[in-house]
């Protein structure tokens, strides 16, 4: 059973800043690419930030030099440090994990951490 769990959200004013985690559990044999990804209200979700294995990150245009995505692969945690938040980042924040299971490999989803941007 694998699960992954996020934290970090909150309310935070316009131009501040907020670091979300998310941690990978369970019977996990190894963590390939993980990101982070948002849904807004009445809104498809979308591709927030991304990371390989290896480091490789890829970013969504609206929040390149705002956004940084990390990972500890001690730890099975992926990080995203978000500042310059305005109030379209506003959003429930997923992050999402390819993870190799003793016999099987798929993508496990958390189950969202809600960020408000507002003054």
Known sequence: QVQLVESGGGLVQPGGSLRLSC???????????????????????????????GGNTNYADSVKGRFTISRDNAKNTVYLQMNTLKPEDAAVYYCKANIGTWGARRDYWGQGTQVTVSS
């Open 23 to 53: 941690a990978a559990s369970g019977s996990i044999s190894s963590i390939g690419g993980m990101g982070w990804y948002r849904q807004a209200p009445g809104k498809q979700r979308e591709m927030v930030a991304t990371i390989s294995s």
